[in-house]
């Protein structure tokens, strides 16, 4: 058995000493892995059923944007859309500096 889940072997544990287990005496370690291994399933089918509803995988691109997208791509011709398309002045370690983009794309980081 691989390392059990704390809340699954509680869950368990509480089902069986509720009296709602299959018999008044304790069980054998076969009916206590049956039982946590059902439990089991259960917790993970509720938890997989939860993340989905909290992070929807089905996302639907907008096909406008996406065409445009392409048509950008295809033409050749550079959008500056991002950061370092643009100059950008940082500060790190008490030190200036300015990144910079040339007309060919490479990237340049002055220091002053």
Not at 70 to 84: A, E, M, P, Q
Request: contains cysteine; hydrophobic residues 30%; aromatic residues 8%.
């Amino acid at each position: 058995m691989k390392t059990p889940n704390p809340d699954v072997l509680t869950d368990t544990y509480n089902l069986l000493t509720d009296g709602k287990g299959m018999h008044h005496k304790m069980p054998t370690i076969a009916e206590f892995m049956s039982i946590y291994k059902e439990r089991e399933k259960h917790f993970i089918r509720r938890q997989n059923l939860q993340i989905s509803e909290e992070f929807p995988s089905t996302i639907k691109p907008d096909p406008i944007h996406v065409r445009n997208i392409i048509k950008n791509l295809t033409s050749g011709t550079r959008v500056d859309t991002n950061l370092c398309s643009f100059p950008h002045d940082f500060r790190v370690k008490g030190q200036k500096g300015r990144i910079t983009r040339d007309e060919q794309g490479r990237d340049w980081v002055q220091y002053f």
